[in-house]
């Protein structure tokens, strides 16, 4: 899961990237491997929800 922002006055492109605990830090090395200079910029973590079968969850950087 991600999504795209851009930010037109300062000229910067964001990317946010969520997944699983599991698979996170596959998709940041694999985001990196391609945009060499993208930083972590903050994490936020999501809790798994019981109700759904677990299926929200993870973390967003």
Do not use: H, T
């Not at 899961?1 to 000229?11: A, N, T």
């Not at 936020?44 to 967003?60: D, E, H, Q």
Request: hydrophobic letters at 40%; one cysteine or more.
């Amino acid at each position: 899961m991600g999504y795209l922002c851009i930010d037109w006055k300062s000229q910067k492109v964001r990317f946010y990237l969520g997944g699983s605990e599991e698979n996170l830090d596959y998709l940041v090395k694999a985001f990196r491997s391609v945009y060499k200079n993208a930083k972590i910029v903050e994490q936020i973590s999501f809790s798994r929800n019981k109700l759904f079968g677990g299926a929200v969850g993870g973390r967003m950087r």
